[in-house]
């Protein structure tokens, strides 16, 4: 019989750290308005407080934010396969 454990091996610490680099050099390819998009979101600031301290509109905050995640999710199915 087959456990569970053995159906899931943790990745490794080279493969963490590879996966890691990946995703940081996703970011660091972001355009600035993109990365200063996500860094503000991270940081817990609302679309429309990123837009006033941007001074761009709602909108373009969410667009900025989507390809930002769609790079980011790029980067990570490579890992996933």
Do not use: D, T, W
Request: aromatic letters at 10%.
């Amino acid at each position: 019989m087959l456990s569970i454990s053995k159906l899931y091996q943790e990745p490794s610490y080279e493969e963490h750290y590879e996966q890691l680099f990946g995703i940081q050099s996703v970011i660091n390819n972001l355009s600035s308005q993109e990365r200063k998009v996500v860094n503000l979101r991270s940081k817990g600031y609302k679309y429309k407080e990123i837009a006033k301290k941007m001074g761009i509109s709602i909108g373009s905050v969410g667009v900025y934010l989507k390809r930002a995640r769609m790079s980011i999710k790029k980067e990570i199915s490579c890992y996933n396969k």
